[in-house]
């Protein structure tokens, strides 16, 4: 127990810091940090869109939040986030071959009322992409899935699902709704989840700083997260510097090479490093789910 105490303090402490960067084994400091090194990224939404919000007004939500967020690496960042046109892709993850796509998407349809328990994509966790349907825990609101290289920290990919088979995603400005959800409150909205979503997107994970969009929970009515929070803001110019190549959490990062972008970043240590790094890619892409949940 004594020997705990500290590491709880910390813990603790870095709770409340006003960022926290998402790592290779989250929460552990030792390990990479989790960012990109392309200079843009493109994301797209899903055609289908969540026909339960009024209109098609997820949609602008949805590009609204990724305009805070395009706003601040404009003024301070070296990413340009774009979006591209609608795609009918319904599968997250990383596709070595073909078209990858960092994907947006709405999923209206519980996995456990359209999937035997017997199948075995329960076991895989590939219900989702399978089955067109939310896999994760109910009171999930949303989920971002990222597949990063496991020893450089460096984000190939980044799929957001939201959970629209349990939540009433609204888009409304207006006092929280109280059921039924019309079309003038809030019940959870699309933008303010969307712009936490985000954070996650471009490696941020989540702190219990006073304000922060990178809270891990969000009330119904909330939607105190479509504004970017200062430390949050702050992630974004020192992570990703204007006129910079991004940062890395330890150095050095041997992959860098093989990022999207290569050039620049932390130095190698030679050539020597490189091709380890070359040989075991294939084998060191990890992903990692961040969520987020009313309460
Ligand atoms: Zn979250």
């Known amino acids: 127990m004594i020997q705990l105490a500290p590491l709880m303090v910390a813990l ?60 601040i690496f404009t003024q301070c960042g070296n990413l340009v986030l774009t979006e591209g046109p609608r795609v009918d892709d319904r599968q997250v993850g990383y596709k070595r071959t073909g078209d990858n796509r ?7 349809r519980d996995c456990t009322t359209v999937v035997p ?70 019940a959870t909205d699309v933008q303010n989840t969307a712009t936490h979503e985000i954070g996650h997107f471009i490696g941020l994970d989540h702190t219990r700083a006073a304000g922060s969009t990178m809270n891990p929970s969000a009330p119904p009515g909330e939607v105190s997260k ?5 430390g949050s803001r702050d992630f974004v110019c020192v992570v990703y510097p204007k006129g910079m190549a991004s940062q890395a959490c330890l150095h050095p990062v041997m992959e860098k090479e093989l990022g999207p972008k290569g050039g620049g970043g932390c130095a190698a240590t030679g050539p020597g490093a490189l091709l380890p790094a070359l040989a075991a890619w294939a ?10 949940v009313p309460r």
Do not use: K, M
């Open 117 to 186: 328990s017997t199948d075995a994509c329960w076991d895989n966790d590939t219900c989702a992409n399978t089955f067109d349907c939310w896999e994760d825990d109910d009171n999930t609101i949303a989920i971002t899935l990222t597949t990063y290289d496991e020893r450089s920290g460096i984000i190939y990919d980044s799929d957001i699902s939201f959970n629209a088979a349990r939540f009433q995603f609204t888009t409304a400005d207006g006092p929280t709704c109280f059921p039924p959800v019309t079309t003038n409150c809030v």
């Open 283 to 292: 084998l060191w892409l990890a992903r990692r789910r961040r969520e987020e």
């Open 102 to 108: 960092n994907l947006v998407l709405f999923r209206d």
């Open 226 to 230: 479509r504004t970017i929070d200062s």
């Open 12 to 71: 603790a402490l870095g709770q409340t810091d006003p960022y926290v960067r998402s790592r290779v084994d989250a929460g552990n400091t030792n390990t990479q940090c989790l960012y990109w090194t392309a200079t843009s990224v493109t994301w797209q939404q899903s055609t289908y869109g969540n026909p339960a919000t009024q209109g098609d007004t997820e949609f602008d939500a949805i590009r609204r939040s990724f305009q805070s967020w395009q706003n």
